[in-house]
């Protein structure tokens, strides 16, 4: 068995090339002068030489290809080419680009791989000469096809991305809380308070000398309340105001129109945030609120990511370096992070807080996963978890037992069948009918048993066993 390099596997857009080293430096491979030898191609060619190509059929049996490599995959085509063309595996050893590819064409073929350095400046060299080492392809051809691989390689990865249409929900909450910190910026520049009204009101009155009682009707229309309207008169009147150039006027006039456009293009944004979020997560808005449930999203990277986290991931999102200062200091931990946001939490008094955000963050959980892998949307399962989260602020106040969440689940599946909307996604399926039984938020919330009990119980089931000796001494 030799250590040294014998084949090299060049993936191009074009086809799958298996090159054979007839030569190859590994001692000296990072002197200047071994490595500028790989851009010669008269001596490049004496170290390696092309054993055998294969070219894809078509554009589509590419980009399938490129997918697998691109995920380290060893397809069937492949590990075939690769068991036609070289020798016993035990005498070969193939040169690879990536390390994943390697372990996966080792698993399908049974052909050893390398991806040493040695392997990566050879392949480096092949890639700057392929076009004359392969007699198959002519001038321009591999470049094209590069091209033609690349535009349909994006294409598939946004479309997929297009489906889930998170990233964009990512993109809206960003730009939404961007506009929030730079409008309250903005308001208190045109005043010392806030908001989209008083950017209005200085847009239309302009300087306040012009303001009498046929302005009222004017000033209505954006306070929607005469009283007001006739307040603003009047403060007009005896105002000690300074007054206000033409310059500085259209300087004011210009920058609250700026304001309104954007308050006016924030309301836009909001909506469209709510219409995203109906489709691609209608559970989680439906829970947890459409503003909070997309900082989830946004947060975890995608509606994906964060159906993979853990509830008490989900419950801690937002407050990581809270924890990690906790853990440092050997402190208490965060009881809650993003979801803070959520109205439940500012319901629950101080004693439940800690809890309601535990049982939230696991409905929260459970929500996205639902929105994730159901290929049908619908809000139906989120209000059902909402209600679940209702009933549980009222279990801590009143002690009215909560309704279970198998049981609540049941109703939505039920309903959802009545109106003739089936998934058949396998999620819908372990919602339905868990296999295994375990510990839940429902059973680790549920009172109990207090210490007396418990001693009590103790001390009756010794009384028993004393009887139990006293009779069988007696017989």
């Known amino acids: 068995m030799s250590d040294a390099i014998t084949h090299v596997l060049y993936e191009s857009a074009s086809g799958y090339g298996l090159f054979e080293v007839k030569q190859a430096e590994k001692i000296g491979a990072k002197l200047s002068e071994v490595q500028n030898s790989v851009r010669d191609l008269a001596k490049f060619s004496k170290a390696i030489t092309l054993k055998s190509f294969v070219p894809f059929k078509n554009a589509a049996d590419a980009l399938e290809n490129i ?77 094209k096809a590069q091209l033609g691989l690349g535009h349909a390689y994006s294409r598939a990865k946004v479309k997929f991305n297009v489906n889930r249409s998170d990233n964009m929900i990512i993109q809206a909450i960003s730009l939404l809380d961007q506009l929030d910190k730079d409008l309250n910026g903005f308001a208190m ?127 801690i999102l937002g407050a990581e370096k809270a924890l990690f200062r906790a853990l440092k200091t050997r402190g208490n931990t965060p009881k809650y992070g993003l979801i803070y946001n959520s109205t439940f939490i500012g319901r629950a008094g101080a004693k439940n807080k800690g809890r309601i955000s535990r049982f939230l963050a696991n409905k929260a959980s459970i929500a996205s996963r639902i929105d994730c892998f159901s290929e049908m949307p619908t809000g139906a399962f989120g209000e059902a978890l909402r209600s679940q989260v209702e009933d549980r602020l009222n279990f801590y106040e009143t002690g009215t037992q909560p309704t279970k969440n198998s049981e609540a689940m049941e109703k939505v599946l039920k309903a959802l069948a009545d109106a003739g909307i089936n998934d058949d996604n396998d999620e819908m399926d372990v919602v339905k009918s868990p296999t295994k039984k375990r510990a839940t938020t429902d059973d680790a919330e549920t009172p109990k048993k207090s210490k007396k009990d418990k001693k009590d119980k103790k001390e009756k089931k010794d009384k028993s066993d004393k009887k139990d000796k006293k009779d069988k001494k007696k017989k």
């Not at 492949?78 to 068991?83: D, G, H, M, R």
């Not at 392949?123 to 470049?143: F, N, T, V, W, Y």
């Not at 009101?201 to 009498?212: E, F």
């Open 67 to 143: 997918n697998d490599v691109s995920e380290g995959v060893c397809s069937e085509g492949l590990a075939t080419f690769l068991q036609l063309n070289l020798p016993a595996e035990e005498k070969s050893l193939l040169g690879v680009s990536d390390k994943n590819l390697a372990g996966s064409i080792k698993a399908a073929s049974g052909v050893r791989c390398t991806t040493e350095e040695l392997a990566q400046e050879l392949i480096r060299g092949i890639r700057m000469h392929a076009e004359k080492m392969i007699s198959q392809l002519k001038d321009g051809d591999l470049s």
């Open 189 to 315: 520049r045109v005043r010392e308070c806030d908001h989209y009204k008083y950017a209005r009101l200085a847009k239309a009155i302009k300087n306040k000398g012009t303001l009498g009682d046929d302005s009222i009707d004017m000033l209505t229309e954006i306070t929607e309340d005469d009283a007001v309207s006739r307040q603003i008169v009047d403060a007009a009147r005896a105002s000690m105001g300074t007054d206000i150039s033409e310059i500085d006027l259209l300087n004011i006039e210009t920058f609250a129109s700026r304001v309104v456009s954007l308050q006016e293009y924030r309301k836009k944004l909001y909506d469209y945030l709510l219409s995203k979020m109906s489709v691609v997560a209608p559970n989680l808005a439906a829970l947890i609120g459409d503003v909070v449930g997309a900082r989830l999203i946004a947060h975890a990277g995608s509606l994906t990511n964060l159906s993979k986290y853990p509830a008490s991931t989900v419950q």
